[in-house]
């Protein structure tokens, strides 16, 4: 009798279903309190005015980027008077490099962002959103210490330099791109992993879903500790020291010239040189204002990921995406200072320009008045309608 009652309760339809209801019950709401947790979690990081506010400031950045670099690449190559020079091959891989950063830029906004909690789209953007982001910047810096050793030599020994070609210059930007593609992109590329929503850093706080994945930490400290010195310090703190003896050069030629000559033609070499000198200055103003923060969020992330801390979820996201807006304004503003530091650049620019967008700069239908307002121009005779004044 007691054995026909044990098989009854144990093995009742109407019990079984019972526990893999409450069960299901139980696992479904503890699911829906995990995520109001999260969700509340995740508005303490950033806002929906934020979320908004970031797309529209860096959707700018990143259109105003693609077209002026593209502008830039292609005036430097039709105009055989840039694309002969060994500094603009330079600068046209530096646009180059901007541009790949500034057509990436919406999917390191997405994973700051929209997948942040949740990544929806294909993992590898994940893994090409960090990947190009870290290569483009190692790109960048190894440029700007090329270009600062070159125009160092070109001031020193200028006729030792002429024996440089636009050929040597497409040979080392080549040499570029592929060593740190190997140092960078690669490294970058193997690491981070998309994990489901409601992942917690060590310290408890919600984290990305697109980010290191635990298997490749041993490799990223190590990489940390000889990789980044080799990619990213020692580049940066000889790009200073190249620029101080740079300016130091330029000054102790200057004096020496006030001294020996005051001829036509040395005072057009002090222009030349004193140019060179405020190019320079701007790319490396610029460069230094986009990846000191950008390079300081890099060392802290992964340093307090070494003894398992990280910081606060909206400290690190407001540090992650201030150095991000950073970068990408530097981008913005290169192909600015390009133009600023060159006559001839500046002038084939707004002469190509003119062509693609001619109403934006033809003034010919007015001019202006010593009162300062615009007179338009007779249709028929051309001749500007200026009124009569009377004088008393």
């Not at 699911?31 to 109001?36: A, G, P, S, V």
């Not at 508005?43 to 959707?59: D, H, P, R």
Request: with cysteine.
């Amino acid at each position: 009798m007691s054995g026909d009652y044990m098989m009854t309760t144990s093995t009742s339809p109407s019990y079984t279903l019972s526990v893999v209801m409450n069960t299901t019950i139980n696992e479904t709401e503890k699911l829906l309190l995990q995520f109001e947790k999260d969700q509340k979690d995740l508005q303490a990081v950033f806002s929906k005015g934020e979320e908004v506010i970031l797309w529209l400031v860096l959707g700018t950045f990143a259109i105003f980027g693609i077209i002026a670099n593209i502008i830039t690449f292609v005036v430097i190559q039709i105009t055989p008077k840039l694309n002969r020079s060994v500094f603009n091959i330079f600068l046209m891989s530096l646009c180059v490099s901007d541009f790949v950063s500034a057509v990436n830029s919406p999917f390191v906004i997405y994973r700051a962002t929209w997948g942040f909690y949740e990544w929806s789209i294909p993992h590898i953007f994940c893994k090409l959103a960090i990947s190009l982001d870290f290569w483009t910047s190692c790109v960048t810096i190894q440029h700007i210490l090329v270009f600062s050793i070159l125009r160092l030599i070109s001031i020193k020994f200028p006729h030792r330099f002429g024996v440089l070609k636009a050929f040597h210059a497409k040979v080392i930007v080549i040499v570029i791109w592929m060593e740190t593609m190997g140092a960078s992109f690669v490294v970058y590329y193997i690491w981070p992993g998309v994990f489901p929503p409601g992942k917690r850093t060590p310290s408890g706080a919600i984290s990305k879903a697109c980010t290191a994945q635990p298997a490749w930490i041993g490799m990223l400290l190590g990489y940390v500790q000889i990789g980044f010195p080799i990619v990213l310090y020692v580049p940066m703190i000889a790009v200073v020291i190249v620029t101080a003896a740079l300016g130091y050069l330029i000054f102790q030629r200057k004096r020496n010239r006030n001294k020996v000559s005051n001829l036509q033609s040395e005072k057009a070499a002090t222009k030349k040189e004193n140019f060179a000198l405020i190019q320079l200055a701007l790319i490396i103003a610029s460069f230094m204002l986009g990846y000191l923060p950008d390079i300081a969020y890099r060392m802290t992330a992964i340093i307090l990921r070494a003894f398992n801390q990280s910081l606060p979820a909206r400290g690190e996201w407001q540090f992650s995406v201030t150095s991000h807006c950073l970068l990408r304004l530097s981008e913005c503003l290169n192909p600015v200072f390009y133009n600023l530091g060159s006559s001839n650049m500046r002038k084939a620019t707004f002469a190509f320009m003119k062509r693609i967008v001619p109403c934006m700069f033809d003034v010919s239908k007015q001019r202006m008045t010593t009162s300062g307002r615009a007179i338009p121009l007779d249709n028929n005779t051309g001749s500007s309608q200026t009124p009569k004044q009377t004088f008393t």
